[in-house]
């Protein structure tokens, strides 16, 4: 009788070693998100290029939203949208998507001919 009840507690532990492990390991681990990735890296790289040829500082220190946007159109893919808001704590949203993705970033400028400004340049792309 001892062994049959050894094996028995064998079974139900082996069982349930089986139960655990296939709970654990069967779902399918999810996708990440690499386009939302890509769109925000394109976006800081755009404002990071505007910046290095010296043009971002000056566009922000005149708060040129609209020709900010327009170099963005110039270097992103066509098939994005970006959105401009210079700020200096809180950035409104207007003009932004309310539907589908909405990729923000944050790029901070914080002097312009040895001037302080402490400016924000919020950057919102989601596709067309």
């Known amino acids: 009788m001892k062994g049959y009840v050894y094996t028995l507690e064998i079974v139900i532990g ?15 681990p999810s ?14 790289n755009s404002l990071d290029f505007i910046n ?3 043009l971002l500082r000056e566009i922000v220190q005149n708060n040129s939203e609209a ?3 327009s170099r963005l159109s110039a270097l992103l893919s066509k098939s994005l949208k970006p959105e401009v808001e210079i700020c200096a704590e809180t950035c409104g949203t207007t003009g932004v998507s309310t539907t589908g993705n909405v990729i923000t970033l944050d790029y901070y400028v914080s002097a312009f001919n040895e001037n302080y400004m402490g400016r924000r340049v919020k950057l919102w792309l989601w596709r067309k």
Do not use: A, D, N
Request: proline share 3%; glycine share 6%.
């Open 31 to 44: 996708k990440p998100e690499i386009e939302v990735t890509v769109i925000k890296q394109s976006g800081f």
């Open 14 to 28: 082996m069982i349930l070693m089986l139960v655990t492990f296939v709970s654990l390991f069967s779902s399918q």
């Open 67 to 69: 020709e900010l946007e």
């Open 52 to 54: 290095k040829e010296g």
